[in-house]
T-cell receptor
Framework: KNQVEQSPQSLIILEGKNCTLQ??????????LRWYKQDTGRGPVSLTI?????NTKSNGRYTATLDADTKQSSLHITASQLSDSASYIC???????????????FGAGTRLAVHP | DVKVTQSSRYLVKRTGEKVFLECVQD?????MFWYRQDPGLGLRLIYF???????EKGDIPEGYSVSREKKERFSLILESASTNQTSMYLC??????????????FGNGTRLTVT
């Protein structure tokens, strides 16, 4: 069954600290993986995309990793800021069957709260 | 920047009412999607469309229908609202047919309460 599991469900950290969010998936065949950030009351916004051959990709203070062998991804946030408080959603894209469409499988998200 | 606009932020409807959720995007995207978001669950796809007047069922289409008469507008219709359709509804669009290289651009959501 194609699933995406994220951990932890929620996390509280102090401003300036680092944190790592986890995403494990069982999606096959794998196409790529995206991390989205969803601020309260807003729609999700794409942070980064990871393809099969990429191990690490950075976007400012956000660094995503992908281990396609173990089917795990992580999102590391460095020197957290209050504005990082949001839900972070891992989305795995499954390659389409012949004549079909890509399928996106969403994790339930990790809710991060950064406190001063 | 892509803008995806959902017509209502909050809606309260009664059981049995017909409900229309409207979504407009301003970047000439071919693809449009309707998702619902519930606590503890990932986003679930209701319907999607890759072209005008074209629609495809997603994972949970029961109780919903859609309309895409113009490229920029994608409407979600609840034919007879029920309490289990109380949820956050998110509209999204993307540029190309295969979203591998094209991220979804989301609206800010409509929180629907059915009483």
């Amino acid at each position: 069954k194609n699933q995406v599991e994220q951990s932890p469900q929620s996390l509280i950290i102090l401003e300036g600290k680092n944190c790592t969010l986890q995403c494990n998936y069982t999606v096959s065949p794998f196409s790529n993986l995206r991390w989205y950030k969803q601020d309260t009351g807003r729609g999700p916004v794409s942070l980064t995309i990871m393809t099969f051959s990429e191990n690490t990709k950075s976007n400012g203070r956000y660094t995503a990793t992908l281990d396609a062998d173990t089917k795990q991804s992580s999102l590391h946030i460095t020197a957290s800021q209050l504005s990082d408080s949001a839900s972070y959603i891992c989305v795995v894209i499954r390659s389409p069957p012949p004549g079909g469409y890509n399928k996106l499988i969403f994790g339930a998200g990790t809710r991060l709260a950064v406190h001063p | 920047d892509v803008k995806v606009t959902q017509s209502s932020r909050y809606l309260v409807k009664r059981t049995g009412e017909k409900v229309f959720l409207e979504c407009v995007q301003d970047m000439d995207h071919e693809n449009m999607f309707w998702y619902r978001q519930d606590p503890g669950l990932g986003l679930r796809l209701i319907y999607f469309s890759y072209d005008v007047k074209m629609k495809e069922k997603g994972d949970i289409p029961e109780g919903y229908s859609v309309s895409r008469e113009k490229k920029e507008r994608f409407s979600l219709i609840l034919e007879s609202a029920s309490t289990n359709q109380t949820s956050m509804y998110l509209c999204a669009s993307s540029l190309r047919r295969a979203p591998r290289d094209s991220p979804l651009h989301f609206g800010n959501g409509t929180r629907l309460t059915v009483t």
